[in-house]
C-alpha cells in the first residue's frame, strides 16, 4: 500500500473518556487535525469491542490518521465493557449498546473540534453498529459505510444458514467471549483500578453461544438488531461494502434494494477485509473512496460520487480451485440502480446427469450423501478471524462423489451472471427434516472444479424461518433455494455444473437423521441471472491505488503458521479437519504491549451417521507488557444426538503464567428440527 500523509498534520489523542448517562465512560482514541479546535472538523465513528489500543491498531493507524490528515476526527470507541471501556459486556449487538452509541455520538458534536456532522464507518461488528445505530437516527449522523456487515442476524450472519446451524457460531462464539474478557491496559485505566476491572470482566464472562443455539427459530432475539425488520428506520447515507469471498455479501444486494435513502454498493473480490487490505485481489484505492463519500455527505463537496451507478461489482473470471488466492482475475461492471435492468433470467431443466434450456427426459434421482460432502467447501467467511490461512473450497470434485450433479453443454460463448443462482425441486423426503445443499461449479476442460458460489436450506424452515413445518413422508414438494449472490462469467468450453446434496460438513451441522430425498428432474429448475457486458462497463474510471498513513512500527518476536489438513479413517469411516493456527508474538512498539493468538479447530463426523458429528474450538489470547503478563483461554466441544446438542465450555485466565480464573459450563440443548 502506498504511503500517503495527507495535507493537515495530525494529533492523536491515546484517550479520551466519553462519559454517558448512567456513569459508565467509553474509552475513545481520537486522531484529528491539530488545528481542529480552532477549526472545527466533522467527525468519523468506529464503534467495536476489538480494542482501540492493542486489538485493531494495525488497521487503525493507516485508516484514521489518512482521514484525519485530510480534514476529519477519526475516533476508534471500545464498546461498553470491552477494551478500556467501563462497564459489563452482554452480547453482541444488544440495545444498550445501541444506546451508548446514540449518546456517544451526540457528545462528539458537542466537542469544540467537531462541526456538528459524524459518519459511522466499520468492517464487521463495526458495518452492523453502523447500521443498527443510523437505525436510531442519533443527532448529527448524516453518512455511514457499512462493510462484510448484515442487515438479517438471523438469516445472514455466522449462526445460522436457510435454518442450518453454522459451525462459525461455535467458533466466533468461542472468539467472542473469551476476547471480551481480556484485561484492560494500566496505562490507560490505572495500575490500582485494571485488576479489579479485569476482575470484574472475568467474573462477568459468559459464553453467549449457548443463547444463539438456543434461539434456533427467527424470534425476537434476532429481530433486535436486524435493519430489515424496517429499513425506513434508516434516513441517512449508505455506502454497503462486501467481498464475494466473505459470508456476508448478500446484505449488499438487499440495502440497495430495500433502503429508499441515498446508497451506493461495491462489491470486489475480496474476503472478510476491507477493499484497501482486499484479498483475494486486486485492492483498490479505498480509502480515497471514503474520502469523496465523507467529502460529499459531511462536507457537502460535489464530489460527483452520487452521480455514478449505484453498484460497481467485481466479475470473476476462472480461475482453477486453490485453497487461497493472492488475486483473483476479473474486471468492474456498475449498474445504475439494483435490482438491475442488465439482468435477465435463463432456466434450465434439470435430468440425469444434465443442465438444458430444451426439455428433457423424465427422471427420478435420489440422494443421500454422506455426512461428510462438504470437506472441499473451506470456510465459511474466508479471513473471518483475521489471517491469510488456507480457507478457499477446493476442487469441488471431492464433495461431487456424495452428490447429485447435473451439467451442462460445453458453453460456446462467455455466460456471465449477477446475483442469485436459485434452484426450483420437486422432491420428497423421508425425514421430518433434511439438509439441502446446492453448489454452482464451473467444469474446465480438463476437469477441475471451481465452485461459484452456494446456499443452504434446512427443508422444515422451506416457507418460513419462524413457523416450522416438518416434511411429511411420500409427499411431494416445491422447494426454493437461492443460492448465495455472485458475478461471476463462466468462459467458451467449459460447463456449469449444479449439485446437489443432504450434507455439507463442516460448514453446517448435519440433520439430526440420515434423510433420502427423491428429486423429479423434469419438475426442476436452475435459474441463472444473466448480466451481460454492457457498453458503459468499458467507460468505467479505474479505481486509485490502495494508500494510506504509516503503520505503527512492530516487532515480530515469534513468527507465525497456519496448517490445515484432512484426515480419513477407514475403520471406523469418518473425516477429521483440523486447523491450527499460531499468530505468533508481535511487539507494539509504540505502547511495547506484546500480543498473540492461538487457534485450533477440529471437525469429526463419520460418513453414515450425523450424531457422530463433533466439533471442538480452542483459542488462546496473550497480551503484556512488563509486569502486566495476562492470557485468557477457552475451549468449546459440541456434540449431538438426534434430539439435543451437547455443549462442554471451559474458561481460564491467566497472570503471569500462573491460572488465576476457571469456569466451565455444561449445558445441554433441545433441537428445534435442526
Given amino acids: 500500500m502506498k504511503i500517503a500523509l495527507g495535507p493537515r498534520p495530525v494529533r492523536l489523542v491515546e484517550n479520551v473518556w466519553i462519559p454517558l448517562s448512567d456513569g459508565t465512560r467509553l474509552a475513545a482514541k481520537i486522531w484529528q487535525p491539530e488545528d481542529a479546535a480552532s477549526c472545527p472538523v466533522p467527525a468519523i465513528v468506529d464503534y467495536i469491542p476489538y480494542r482501540k489500543r492493542d486489538g485493531t491498531v494495525l488497521r487503525d493507524e493507516p485508516m484514521y490518521r489518512y482521514f484525519a490528515a485530510h480534514g476529519y476526527a477519526s475516533i476508534r470507541l471500545d464498546i461498553r465493557g470491552t477494551g478500556d471501556s467501563e462497564g459489563l459486556f452482554e452480547d453482541e449487538y444488544v440495545k444498550q449498546e445501541q444506546d451508548d452509541a446514540v449518546e456517544a455520538i451526540e457528545w462528539i458534536t458537542r466537542q469544540v473540534w467537531c462541526n456538528g456532522s459524524v459518519g459511522m464507518i466499520g468492517k464487521s461488528w463495526g458495518g452492523f453498529s453502523a447500521l443498527q445505530v443510523a437505525a436510531c437516527r442519533p443527532?448529527?449522523?448524516?453518512?455511514?459505510?457499512?462493510?462484510?456487515?448484515?442487515?438479517?442476524?438471523?438469516?445472514?450472519?455466522?449462526?445460522?444458514?436457510?435454518?442450518?446451524?453454522?459451525?462459525?457460531?461455535?467458533?466466533?462464539?468461542?472468539?467472542?467471549?473469551?476476547?471480551?474478557?481480556?484485561?484492560?491496559?494500566p496505562d490507560i485505566v490505572g495500575e490500582e483500578r485494571w485488576h479489579a476491572m479485569w476482575t470484574e470482566r472475568l467474573e462477568n464472562a459468559r459464553p453467549t453461544l449457548i443463547d444463539w443455539l438456543t434461539h434456533q427459530r427467527r424470534d425476537d432475539f434476532w429481530k433486535h438488531g436486524s435493519v430489515c425488520e424496517d429499513y425506513g428506520t434508516i434516513d441517512c447515507a449508505v455506502f454497503a461494502v462486501g467481498g464475494w469471498a466473505d459470508g456476508y455479501s448478500n446484505a449488499v444486494f438487499r440495502l440497495l434494494e430495500k433502503l429508499k435513502g441515498p446508497r451506493k454498493g461495491l462489491i470486489g473480490p475480496w474476503g472478510h477485509t476491507y477493499p484497501h487490505e482486499g484479498v483475494p485481489g486486486p485492492a483498490i484505492g479505498f480509502l480515497q473512496e471514503c474520502l469523496r463519500w465523507w467529502d460529499y455527505w459531511l462536507k457537502d463537496k460535489d464530489t460527483g460520487i452520487m452521480q455514478e451507478p449505484m453498484l460497481r461489482s467485481w466479475m470473476l473470471d476462472w480461475a482453477e480451485p486453490a485453497a487461497h488466492y493472492d488475486v483473483r482475475p476479473g474486471h468492474w461492471v456498475a449498474d445504475p440502480s439494483w435490482p438491475s435492468l442488465h439482468v435477465t433470467s435463463r432456466v434450465f431443466q434439470l435430468g440425469t446427469g444434465r443442465l438444458s434450456e430444451q426439455a428433457l427426459p423424465q427422471a427420478t434421482l435420489e440422494i443421500s450423501s454422506p455426512e461428510t460432502v462438504g470437506i472441499a467447501g473451506g470456510e465459511w467467511s474466508p479471513y473471518g478471524m483475521g489471517g491469510l490461512g488456507p480457507e478457499m473450497p477446493l476442487d469441488q470434485r471431492w464433495d461431487d462423489g456424495g452428490s447429485l450433479i447435473f451439467d451442462s453443454e460445453r458453453l460456446t460463448e462467455a455466460t456471465p451472471?449477477?446475483?442469485?443462482?436459485?434452484?426450483?425441486?420437486?422432491?420428497?423426503?423421508?425425514?421430518?427434516?433434511?439438509?439441502?445443499?446446492?453448489?454452482?461449479?464451473?467444469?474446465?476442460?480438463?476437469?477441475?472444479?471451481?465452485?461459484?458460489?452456494?446456499?443452504?436450506?434446512?427443508?422444515?424452515?422451506?416457507?418460513?424461518?419462524?413457523?416450522?413445518?416438518?416434511?411429511?413422508?411420500?409427499?411431494?414438494?416445491?422447494?426454493?433455494?437461492?443460492?448465495?449472490?455472485?458475478?461471476?462469467?463462466?468462459?467458451?468450453?467449459?460447463?456449469?455444473?449444479?449439485?446437489?446434496?443432504?450434507?455439507?460438513?463442516?460448514?453446517?451441522?448435519?440433520?439430526?437423521?440420515?434423510?433420502?430425498?427423491?428429486?423429479?428432474?423434469?419438475?426442476?429448475?436452475?435459474?441463472?441471472?444473466?448480466?451481460?457486458?454492457?457498453?458503459?462497463?468499458?467507460?468505467?474510471?479505474?479505481?486509485?491505488?490502495?494508500?494510506?498513513?504509516?503503520?505503527?512500527?512492530?516487532?515480530?518476536?515469534?513468527?507465525?503458521?497456519?496448517?490445515?489438513?484432512?484426515?480419513?479413517?477407514?475403520?471406523?469411516?469418518?473425516?477429521?479437519?483440523?486447523?491450527?493456527?499460531?499468530?505468533?508474538?508481535?511487539?507494539?512498539?509504540?505502547?511495547?504491549?506484546?500480543?498473540?493468538?492461538?487457534?485450533?479447530?477440529?471437525?469429526?463426523?463419520?460418513?453414515?451417521?450425523?450424531?457422530?458429528?463433533?466439533?471442538?474450538?480452542?483459542?488462546r489470547y496473550e497480551l503484556g507488557r512488563e509486569a502486566w503478563q495476562t492470557a485468557v483461554e477457552g475451549r468449546t466441544v459440541m456434540t449431538t444426538t438426534q434430539s439435543t446438542f451437547h455443549l462442554q465450555i471451559d474458561f481460564n485466565a491467566f497472570e503471569k503464567g500462573e491460572r488465576i480464573f476457571e469456569r466451565s459450563w455444561s449445558k445441554k440443548i433441545p433441537r428445534d428440527l435442526v
Avoid at 141 to 155: E, N, V
Avoid at 159 to 169: A, I, P, Q, R, S
Fill in 139 to 185: 443527532k448529527g449522523l448524516k453518512a455511514i459505510i457499512t462493510t462484510c456487515s448484515t442487515d438479517d442476524r438471523y438469516a445472514d450472519d455466522a449462526h445460522y444458514m436457510g435454518g442450518c446451524v453454522l459451525n462459525d457460531t461455535l467458533v466466533w462464539g468461542t472468539h467472542c467471549f473469551v476476547l471480551m474478557a481480556q484485561s484492560p491496559d
Fill in 417 to 619: 451472471i449477477l446475483g442469485a443462482s436459485v434452484v426450483d425441486l420437486e422432491i420428497t423426503c423421508d425425514k421430518p427434516t433434511a439438509m439441502l445443499a446446492a453448489r454452482l461449479s464451473d467444469v474446465s476442460p480438463s476437469g477441475e472444479v471451481t465452485r461459484v458460489t452456494y446456499g443452504l436450506l434446512n427443508l422444515s424452515h422451506r416457507s418460513s424461518h419462524e413457523d416450522l413445518q416438518p416434511m411429511e413422508a411420500g409427499k411431494s414438494y416445491r422447494i426454493r433455494l437461492a443460492m448465495n449472490e455472485v458475478g461471476y462469467t463462466f468462459p467458451p468450453g467449459h460447463r456449469i455444473r449444479l449439485s446437489v446434496s443432504t450434507a455439507y460438513w463442516p460448514i453446517a451441522f448435519p440433520a439430526p437423521e440420515r434423510a433420502t430425498l427423491m428429486l423429479q428432474a423434469e419438475a426442476s429448475r436452475l435459474h441463472l441471472p444473466i448480466r451481460m457486458p454492457q457498453p458503459s462497463d468499458a467507460e468505467l474510471a479505474a479505481f486509485d491505488a490502495p494508500e494510506g498513513s504509516p503503520p505503527i512500527e512492530t516487532t515480530v518476536l515469534k513468527s507465525g503458521n497456519v496448517e490445515r489438513f484432512v484426515r480419513m479413517d477407514v475403520l471406523p469411516k469418518h473425516v477429521t479437519l483440523t486447523v491450527k493456527r499460531d499468530d505468533g508474538s508481535v511487539r507494539l512498539d509504540p505502547i511495547g504491549a506484546v500480543v498473540g493468538l492461538k487457534e485450533h479447530k477440529i471437525y469429526t463426523v463419520a460418513e453414515n451417521d450425523p450424531t457422530t458429528a463433533r466439533t471442538e474450538v480452542y483459542c
